[in-house]
């Protein structure tokens, strides 16, 4: 391939997976943070919309040019999160994940609750072009 010559789709899609991999380890990694810092006892049922707000202002600050979307959001037992956002590029259309796991100290939504972690991820089937 010459440097003239424009990358296949393929090639596209998997450089966008290649770099939401690392934007979704900044994510967690800064996510935990605010997390840790910011929101130590949230009630239970405010850490969602909470959550939803600091990924979505992360990536907007992070790149413009990647568009994210909140598709849905599930809670398992107390204390768990799981969010999956629908996101693009110029190059490529995607799904990330977003789970959280909380300690809760009580047995109630409104309970106060205590991060335990935050993990954001990508699948590579989840993209195309």
Request: with cysteine.
């Amino acid at each position: 391939m010459r440097m003239t010559d424009t990358p296949s789709g393929r090639e596209l899609v998997e450089k966008t997976f290649v770099y939401m991999t690392t934007l979704s380890r900044e994510c967690r990694k800064a996510a935990t943070a605010s997390f840790q810092q910011k929101h130590k006892g949230l009630s239970f049922d405010q850490v969602q919309p909470v959550m939803r707000n600091e990924i979505e202002s992360w990536f907007m600050e992070r790149d413009r040019n990647i568009k994210i979307a909140h598709e849905k959001s599930a809670s398992g037992r107390l204390g768990e999160i799981a969010m999956i956002y629908t996101g693009s590029t110029k190059d490529a259309h995607f799904k990330f994940h977003v789970d959280g796991l909380f300690t809760v100290a009580g047995s109630s939504p409104s309970a106060p609750s205590y991060l335990k972690s935050i993990n954001v991820y990508v699948d590579k089937r989840d993209f195309t072009k």
